[in-house]
């Protein structure tokens, strides 16, 4: 994973609200119940706020940008977010939206491409960014979080592969 | 990652070749230009090699079966693997043909769920297993190879899945 230049542009325009440790209980208490984060138990999620970034969002707020070179995956901690994309006739199109506990944009941190669609904050939003940077000093600094953590967003993308394939499939024998 | 129960019925019907260590220079002469391992090092795939078994199969056996429970990934070494999937009509559809350096089955490995389609191998075929026990073994007993790996198989389904995506935007837009 070699580092890879990033703009992180659109961060410069939210609000932040500084490292996420001071957040660790929130942190814990919000995403207690998430998936994502089911096997972290509290002294993980402290370790991880410390690496992480608090950002606050207001309603109309873009957090990612489609075709965005960056470098960032996020955790929603409070609020809603609306997934769109650009389809090829120009209009915008909504995918989903998601709430807190659920992760955004782990593809680009990981592979360094492009966004894949947009990201627009629907609520006030809070959320906590782990970047590339980040990511690759928890693993050298903590490597048993690190394999944690790499673990779980293998599983996550492994899942999400699985439903794009199958609705994939459906689409194709139709 | 919970240890699952695990089938690896199939692998019984394969000749097993031992364990990967005595293998490790072909192995690395094999995939030394593969992707997946561009940037693992002859001591990496050394190490790596100790934690994987080495198998064969001739033409027509089957590797992996469409549905099964069972928790290995396979890197291929030498020949060439059909991948096929049963359509909702019953019938075979094949996907795509892998060769050396390329791997297979990682989606199971990691989540557990049922294989997603079926590999044939075409020619004689060998190549090399990563159980889930094999990796949590390594991940704990070398976590610096271990992150590589985990840090490798992110990326891969990342990229995958970004294919996945824009192939199934493709066909929605349609």
């Known amino acids: 994973m070699a580092e890879s230049p990033a703009q992180n542009s659109l961060l410069k325009s939210l609000e932040p609200l500084g490292e996420g440790t001071p957040l660790a209980q929130q942190i814990f208490d ?29 309603p109309g707020g873009m957090i990612i940008r489609e075709g965005d070179i960056d470098d960032y995956m996020l955790l929603i901690i409070q609020g809603k977010v609306d997934i769109v ?3 090829k006739r120009g209009a915008i199109q909504p995918m989903t939206a998601v709430g807190p506990g659920m992760t955004l944009g782990e593809m680009s941190m990981i592979d360094g491409e492009p966004r894949f669609a947009t990201c627009i904050a629907v609520e006030p939003t809070t959320f906590a960014v782990l970047s590339r940077d980040a990511m690759v ?38």
């Open 30 to 58: 919000m995403i207690g119940h998430s998936k994502f984060f089911d096997d972290f138990n509290r002294e993980d999620i402290q370790m991880l706020a410390g690496f992480m970034q608090i950002y606050r969002a207001e």
């Open 85 to 87: 994309k650009t389809d």
């Open 137 to 174: 000093r928890l693993i050298i600094e903590e490597p048993s979080l690190g394999a944690k953590l790499l673990i779980k967003l293998v599983t996550l993308l492994s899942q999400r592969l699985r439903q794009t394939s199958s609705t994939l499939l459906h689409y194709m024998e139709r």
